[in-house]
């Protein structure tokens, strides 16, 4: 029953409390439901005192756990079910955190996602559990402990195989929902439970049948039992920090797995070569039975293949259902999603990419790709974070370090929050700039990056760049130094953990981190987001930040929101002239499609009040605010990107455009140049 309020309580805070109320209001109601507990408890024991009827509700029948002396020594057979049980702890958690990384590059990086993760795994532990009634019956404590080690240890390796499936099965049944967010959940719990439900349910179990191995003595019972659980937490806590900080990185998911299942199968192992009641026959041929049968499982298994594990399906369905119809419509046949169709699109999709690199770290799973074309692509947990595609990424990537120091008018000291493939600080080290100080948490994508030194200037080994392996945040909460320009590409506001980079708390922190008169530049996916949820952002960074302005790099539905701290932004155009005559800095913008002359034309949207207006017009839909503790599109915009209810105010290059006349506001000493004959013949 514990475990069962424990997956409830997941999934209210997951699915209800958080999106609705945030983590503050959550967290009261959690301890005024622990206040509420306790305080029925000591009633209930006061009220005994005066009604004999619910005595017995707070009285035993004998004296529990109140032994006095030492506890009894454990037998030899009791040692070996600790040990194992300690260990059967520790493999739970290697599953656990191996589960929830492989699983996030199949249903995705949100909290919806590891919500549903976390109650599936939880569903299993409570089923276990409540099938210790029908299982006490079958056996002892020390077969059933035998058999359920073995189960969880065979059903694991059975499911190692379906992992590589699930991309494949989530493609096919997407295309069968309604295009609703619950639909998408279950389907995500579905395929948790596919794979997850079975161990779980045999690690639940253990529990109930090792304390049934310890329930004889009644008087020591309780001493009995917190010692075997303090074994089994100490198991535990060591499988979540190995498997997290050692074991994912040093050999991937998939061999994390593969140790917990032999942790499982070596746990049943010792127990059946503990038993001091048997034979040494009788011993030694059930573990080799196990032990060789487990081998040949462990033998049978190939290694995933990183390009299906990578393909993002939770973000790309659509695409992939797309490529589906372009199929269909060039074979003029009938294919679907289903059976042998499904599996040869796949296919037939994956041989389109090269793998370059591939990494496993604490944090992230990284990969770059190169597709038939030629254009690279770089990977974070199967979501594209980056491409040398000159359409679409490549623009942003460029433009995003060039606008800003472009505008500012001596940048020298520049902070950049992730690093990705390397090209927007390669972009900015175009300029004298003295310092380029960059937080990127992962060193696998530091090394991956690598694979586009060709495009991105090779940052890496530019003296000028520092690269601080830690949490955006953290740099700049804990540093002394202050920056002329702030450039933030973190991946989308709706990734856990990448969302509280789009909090006012955030706009608050870089405002103080940032020189009076320096620029902060934000990148916004506005083609991932709803029309409410990005005036949500550009509110929230509007409120430590009047002068924003907007801008864009020319791709589809690419926002970047450039302010000046403490001002208006205001434009050189001698100045910027200067800076774009540079033939390093004019060159690397010519990538982008771009005349670098006419740039603040051609990437200009609105000017501060332009921007405004468009947030504050309509007076009858207020904005939120994105704060920590309500991370309003962390929980909002998954739902609107399975209802494909996205912007359309900004989802082509055209209806970026800004008006000419509000660009005038903003450069100055623009008479003469090529920018403004550009302005002067549009107007006219």
């Not at 004889?216 to 060591?238: P, S």
């Not at 530019?462 to 601080?468: G, K, M």
């Not at 029309?531 to 930040?545: A, E």
């Not at 739902?639 to 006349?661: I, M, S």
């Amino acid at each position: 029953m514990n475990t069962v309020g424990a997956l409830v309580g997941a999934g209210l805070a997951g699915y209800v409390l958080l999106p609705t109320l945030g983590a503050h209001a959550a967290g009261i109601i959690a301890v005024a439901v622990n206040f509420a507990v306790g305080s029925g408890f000591w009633l209930v024991h006061r009220l005994a005192a005066t009604s004999p009827g619910i005595e017995s509700l707070t009285q035993s029948s004998g004296p529990v756990g109140v032994a006095a002396g030492p506890s009894p020594r454990f037998s030899a057979l009791e040692r070996a079910l600790v040990l194992a049980f300690a260990a059967s702890g520790f493999a739970s958690m290697l599953y656990e955190v191996a589960w929830t990384r492989t699983l996030t590059m199949i249903l995705g990086t949100t909290t919806y996602s590891f919500t549903t993760m976390l109650v599936t795994f939880l569903l299993g532990i409570a089923l276990g559990s409540l099938l210790f009634g029908a299982l006490q019956r079958l056996g002892t404590p020390k077969n059933l402990f035998v058999w359920i080690q073995s189960l969880a240890a065979f059903s694991v390796l059975l499911t190692i195989p379906l992992f590589e499936k699930l991309p494949v099965i989530y493609l096919t049944l997407h295309g069968f929902l309604p295009g609703s967010w619950m639909a998408v959940q279950v389907l995500r719990f579905a395929l948790a439970a596919l794979v997850m439900l079975v161990p779980t349910c045999a690690l639940g179990a253990t529990f109930p049948i090792v304390s049934a191995a310890f329930v004889g003595d009644t008087t020591v019972i309780g001493r009995q039992l917190g010692r075997v659980y303090a074994m089994n937490t100490v198991g535990t806590v060591l499988g979540a920090t190995l498997g997290g900080l050692v074991l994912i990185p040093a050999l991937g998911m998939q061999a994390t797995i593969i140790a917990g299942a032999i942790t499982n199968a070596l746990a049943a192992v010792l127990v059946i070569l503990a038993d001091p009641n048997a034979s040494l026959k009788r011993r030694l041929i059930p573990a080799m039975a196990v032990s060789a049968t487990f081998a040949l499982g462990i033998a049978s298994l190939r290694p995933w293949s990183p390009l299906v594990m990578n393909s993002g399906v939770y973000v790309y369905a659509d695409r992939y259902q797309q490529m589906l119809s372009r199929v269909e419509a060039a074979t003029q046949g009938e294919l679907d999603l289903r059976g042998r169709n499904a599996r040869e699109l796949w296919e037939m999709a994956m041989k389109q990419y090269e793998l370059l690199y591939y990494g496993t770290g604490q944090t992230a799973t990284v990969a770059v790709m190169q597709r038939s074309d030629g254009v690279r692509f770089l990977t974070i947990d199967g979501k594209t974070d980056a491409s040398t595609g000159g359409s679409l990424d490549m623009k942003t990537q460029i433009l995003l370090g060039q606008l800003p120091l472009l505008f500012h008018p001596r940048p020298d000291k520049v902070f950049v929050v992730g690093f990705g493939s390397g090209m927007t600080v390669g972009s900015v080290l175009t300029h004298d700039v003295r310092v380029v100080d960059c937080a990127e948490l992962s060193g696998e994508v530091m090394a991956a990056s690598r694979y586009f030194d060709e495009v991105n200037h090779s940052p890496l080994d530019d003296d000028r760049t520092q690269i601080i392996q830690r949490d955006a945040r953290n740099v700049l909460l804990t540093t002394a130094d202050c920056y002329d320009v702030i450039i933030s590409q973190p991946s989308n506001p709706w990734i856990a953990g990448q969302s509280n980079l789009f909090s006012l708390e955030w706009y608050q922190l870089v405002a103080k981190r940032l020189n009076r008169g320096g620029l902060f530049a934000q990148w916004l996916p506005a083609y991932y987001m709803s029309p409410q949820d990005l005036k949500v952002v550009m509110h929230t960074m509007r409120v430590v930040f009047p002068n924003a302005t907007v801008w864009t790099s020319g791709a589809m539905g690419d926002v970047i929101l450039i302010a000046k701290n403490g001002s208006e932004l205001q434009i050189d155009c001698e100045v910027l002239k200067q800076r774009l005559m540079r033939p390093v800095v004019f060159t690397d913008i010519q990538r982008t499609g771009q005349d670098p002359l006419l740039l603040t034309f051609e990437t200009f949207v609105m000017n501060e009040d332009e921007l405004g207006m468009f947030l504050y017009g309509d007076l009858e839909s207020p904005i939120r605010l994105n704060t920590d503790d309500h991370l309003v599109t962390e929980f909002s915009t998954p739902k609107q990107l399975a209802r494909h209810q996205v912007v359309q105010e900004f989802a082509t290059p055209d209806q970026l455009k800004g008006n000419p006349r509000s660009l005038a506001r903003i450069i100055t000493n623009l008479n003469g140049s090529p920018a403004a004959v550009s302005i002067n013949n549009r107007e006219g």
